[in-house]
């Protein structure tokens, strides 16, 4: 099993989530975040104050089976990308185990 995390901009998430969806994706945690990664921050003037935050971004994590990576990763990569500084970063790590409380299922059963 692999935990699959991605930032992307949030104006790219409902075209994200449709394309894992059709993966056969069903369960995933998404969450709003703010960061930067290697582009520096951007200063912006907001009524007349320079505001200098940190960009949002969409975080979407996924526990799935490990022959779904590369078409995971496609996904995101199709969906998510503008060609522009800021597109995202996906992340992959392996994973141990699950156990899913209810039916104490573990391993891929479990997701």
Known sequence: MIRFT?????????????ALANLGISGMSVSDVRGTGNSPEQ????????????????????????QLLQPMIEAVIENAR???????????????DAVRVRTLERGDAAV
């Not at 991605?6 to 449709?18: D, F, G, N, Q, T």
């Not at 007349?48 to 971004?57: D, S």
């Not at 503008?82 to 141990?96: A, H, R």
């Open 43 to 66: 200063t912006r003037w907001i009524g007349g104050a320079e505001v200098g935050g940190l960009p949002i971004r969409s975080k979407i994590t996924i526990i799935a089976k490990d």
């Open 82 to 96: 503008t060609g522009e500084n800021g597109d995202g970063k996906i992340f992959v790590e392996q994973v141990l």
């Open 6 to 18: 991605c930032y992307i901009k949030p104006h790219r998430l409902e075209a994200v989530k449709s």
